[in-house]
């Protein structure tokens, strides 16, 4: 009697690679509702099994079911879905015939809602940096690397300091330079000036011309 091959994946059964290395067309073959061993390996977590049959046997990671679905809709772990997403390339993105995403499908069935939170994670993360959500729009971010899992970035534009008003102070810019060109700059009491001059400048009073920063004098 044939061995079935969705059965030996369904169990992770060592009998299913001998057997597909004999008949190598039957890695991408799909039963009757469209079921392929893809669907299998990922729906009962064999994540080896899952990377074999892409890598070694070229089975597209995108076949889709009689229903449209890819692997990712059947998926019940986070590590399932990441290594169909991040390690083997399966668009995330790609709907059903219902019209919805595996992550809205996964969603709305309330069962496994540790793949849908990861998988809208993804999402928040694409949409932070190529999408409108910072302010910028695609074109804007084209070119830029992913952002890790987890992180957004804000991106923007600086202001002409043209636009900003008049420069930095002149005499704080010389008191300044004066203090770092001394040599005892990093003494007790230089620290203690450059402190006092500091709050001058935060306090907006009034600096002299003739402020004693001083030379050393052994």
Do not use: C
Request: net charge negative.
């Amino acid at each position: 009697m044939a061995q079935n091959p969705y059965l030996l994946a369904a169990d992770n059964k060592p009998e299913l690679l001998p057997l597909l290395r004999e008949n190598p067309s039957m890695a991408s073959q799909q039963d009757e509702h469209g079921y392929s061993l893809i669907h299998a390996a990922a729906s009962y977590n064999h994540l080896d099994l899952l990377r074999t049959l892409v890598r070694e046997f070229s089975v597209p990671v995108d076949l889709r079911d009689e229903d449209g679905e890819t692997a990712l809709f059947v998926v019940e772990t986070v590590e399932a879905a990441r290594v169909l997403v991040e390690e083997l390339g399966l668009d995330e993105k790609i709907k059903g015939s219902e019209g919805l995403t595996a992550r809205e499908k996964i969603e709305a069935e309330e069962e496994f809602p540790e793949v849908a939170e990861w998988l809208k994670a993804r999402e928040g993360n694409a949409g932070g940096v190529n999408g409108h959500s910072n302010g910028v729009n695609g074109d804007s971010a084209a070119g830029l690397p992913p952002v890790p899992q987890g992180l957004s970035v804000t991106m923007g534009t600086m202001n002409d300091p043209a636009e900003d008003g008049p420069g930095p102070n002149p005499e704080i810019k010389r008191l300044i330079d004066e203090f770092a060109a001394r040599d005892d700059h990093d003494t007790p009491e230089a620290q203690a000036e450059l402190r006092q001059l500091i709050m001058q400048v935060i306090s907006g009073e009034e600096l002299s011309g003739d402020r004693n920063v001083r030379a050393r004098q052994d």
